[in-house]
């Protein structure tokens, strides 16, 4: 597996991160390290600026190029396979920073989505 970092931090309310890219994974997808090398196969290349949301525990990845964009396979896709190309750039969901006067959970965690 190949991960492009984000190098540029962003300031969210005194804590500056460097987001990217963002791999979600939720339990149904995987909790071992034995699971999850098999999920991963081969070569899988994923970008700073893709956001990736594994909730199914049929799904693999497989020779996957994600440079881009928002990818989520839902709990109900049945034996989905991740592979070829990916990159919606259309798509990208951006984490801005909370300014102040956003619901408390939104404050809490100091970002929201667009």
Known sequence: MEIEYNTEPVDYQG?????GPKILMDPSFAITIKEL???FVGKNKIGKDAT???ANRDTKVENL???AGFKKVNPDEKNTTLSGEIDNAGEVKNFVPTKGGEPEYLQL?????E
Do not use: M, P, V
């Open 15 to 19: 804590i500056k991160l460097a987001f």
């Open 37 to 39: 090398k098999e999920k």
């Open 52 to 54: 990736l949301i594994l």
């Open 65 to 67: 190029t994600f440079a």
């Open 109 to 113: 965690r100091c970002y929201y989505l």
